[in-house]
T-cell receptor, first 114, second 109 residues
Framework: DAMVIQNPRYQVTQFGKPVTLSCSQTLNHNVMYWYQQKSSQAPKLLFHYYDKDFNNEADTPDNFQSRRPNTSFCFLDIRSPGLGDAAMYLC?????????????FGPGTRLTVT | GDSVTQMEGPVTLSEEAFLTINCTYTATGYPSLFWYVQYPGEGLQLLLK?????DKGSNKGFEATYRKETTSFHLEKGSVQVSDSAVYFC????????FGQGTRLTINP
């Protein structure tokens, strides 16, 4: 089945130690998104890629970076995690041009910062 | 800007009860509307969607109708089950998804 895969599902990192979360998709969608979600709040969009074009949200901290080496993969890099960055990180994809703007989500990576 | 307002939770019901979770929106243009469900420790799953006024989305016994005149997209289910316990998010889609704050639903046996 076509899907969005996130690895790892659980990640523990130390305060200030860089960490990378990964997302892959078999849907061949050209748009990929990264969200941060805390305590069952609504997901907060950090940035998205339209093909190779990177689109950062205005309030996303510089501590968060992203890479998309190809259509299938997208990475979230947190350069110096703080305790406040502990959250669930969700990757999503969509196919631009589809009227509905429907997004498909991965299972998420829960990040713990110690 | 675009926004979504959801019925505040948490909501607790008994099994087989009727469910309504209210959702209203403010948007320019004609966005698509969605309900996503999130089970504990999981990502968001699309529950149903509607892409234009008067469309009814339905899935797994849940329904919601895109009401342009009342700017609403209320989620309903006639008989809930314990397995429906989750957090439900209403969202509107234009260039990006705009989410409501989520409603936690607990169904007791």
């Amino acid at each position: 089945d076509a899907m969005v895969i996130q690895n790892p599902r659980y990640q523990v990192t130390q305060f200030g130690k860089p960490v990378t979360l990964s997302c892959s998709q078999t849907l061949n969608h050209n748009v990929m998104y990264w969200y941060q979600q805390k305590s069952s709040q609504a997901p907060k969009l950090l940035f998205h890629y339209y093909d190779k074009d990177f689109n950062n949200e205005a309030d996303t901290p510089d501590n968060f970076q992203s890479r998309r080496p190809n259509t299938s993969f997208c990475f979230l890099d947190i350069r110096s995690p703080g305790l406040g960055d502990a959250a669930m990180y969700l990757c999503a994809t969509s196919r631009e041009g589809v009227r509905s703007y429907e997004q498909y989500f991965g299972p998420g990576t829960r990040l713990t910062v110690t | 800007g675009d926004s979504v307002t959801q019925m505040e939770g948490p909501v607790t019901l008994s099994e087989e009860a009727f469910l309504t979770i209210n959702c209203t929106y403010t948007a320019t243009g004609y966005p698509s509307l969605f309900w996503y469900v999130q089970y504990p420790g999981e990502g968001l799953q699309l529950l149903l969607k509607a892409t234009k006024a008067d469309d009814k989305g339905s899935n797994k016994g849940f329904e919601a109708t895109y009401r342009k005149e009342t700017t609403s997209f209320h989620l309903e289910k006639g008989s809930v089950q314990v397995s429906d316990s989750a957090v439900y998010f209403c969202a509107l889609g234009a260039q990006k998804l705009v989410f409501g704050q989520g409603t936690r639903l607990t169904i007791n046996p």
